[in-house]
T-cell receptor, first 116, second 113 residues
Framework: AQSVTQPDARVTVSEGASLQLRCKYSYSGTPYLFWYVQYPRQGLQLLLK??????VVQGVNGFEAEFSKSNSSFHLRKASVHWSDSAVYFCVLSLGANSAGNKLTFGIGTRVLVRP | DPKIIQKPKYLVAVTGSEKILICEQYLGHNAMYWYRQSAKKPLEFMFSYSYQKLMDNQTASSRFQPQSSKKNHLDLQITALKPDDSATYFCASSQVGSSYEQYFGPGTRLTVL
């Protein structure tokens, strides 16, 4: 069965610093990958997605992610964080057409705290 | 305007009772889903519906029953509530056939006493 691992439960960074959140997936085929963000007391918002092609994908608010099939990874990056980036970030996998129900599989999430 | 509406936002119930969580989407999507977010656990897929038909059910318990009265509605009925059912329940939707990302509602936070 497919799975997603986010090894860092919490990350604390200073405002203006760079951020990298790690994500590893387990699936024998080529998955569809997403990063979602959950701000306090809100629902989930899509940050970016990877289906195929260029392994580096751009998202909203200056986020980007890099897909690596050889490493089974989909790490998220931001060059300079703002206090408003404090949130929980989820790495998510879909099997797409191989999944009759289009089920999303979530990582446990990484809580990011940006210090002023 | 919110595109996916979930009602109520907060819900407190007693053990053994029954509740219905409401979800309506105004994105024109043809598929809808329910997910559960419990403390210390990843978000878990529960159900998916496409064109008002059940596509996948990953919920072991029959106490959880989705109900689709209209194509943009997918409610979740939970019977014989238990404290372990306490969680935030998210509704999502997508346009199957053109993309795989799903869009989420704000959630209903259920507490069972």
């Amino acid at each position: 069965a497919q799975s997603v691992t986010q090894p860092d439960a919490r990350v604390t960074v200073s405002e203006g610093a760079s951020l990298q959140l790690r994500c590893k997936y387990s699936y024998s085929g080529t998955p569809y990958l997403f990063w979602y963000v959950q701000y306090p007391r809100q629902g989930l918002q899509l940050l970016l997605k990877y289906y195929s092609g260029d392994p580096v994908v751009q998202g909203v608010n200056g986020f980007e992610a890099e897909f690596s099939k050889s490493n089974s990874s989909f790490h998220l990056r931001k060059a300079s964080v703002h206090w408003s980036d404090s949130a929980v970030y989820f790495c998510v996998l879909s099997l797409g057409a191989n999944s009759a129900g289009n089920k999303l599989t979530f990582g446990i999430g990484t809580r990011v705290l940006v210090r002023p | 305007d919110p595109k996916i509406i979930q009602k109520p936002k907060y819900l407190v119930a007693v053990t053994g009772s029954e509740k219905i969580l409401i979800c309506e989407q105004y994105l024109g999507h043809n598929a809808m889903y329910w997910y559960r977010q419990s403390a210390k656990k990843p978000l878990e897929f529960m159900f998916s519906y496409s064109y008002q038909k059940l596509m996948d059910n990953q919920t072991a318990s029959s106490r959880f029953q989705p109900q689709s009265s209209k194509k943009n509605h997918l409610d979740l009925q939970i019977t014989a509530l238990k404290p372990d059912d306490s969680a935030t329940y998210f509704c999502a939707s997508s346009q199957v056939g053109s993309s795989y990302e799903q869009y989420f509602g704000p959630g209903t936070r259920l507490t069972v006493l």
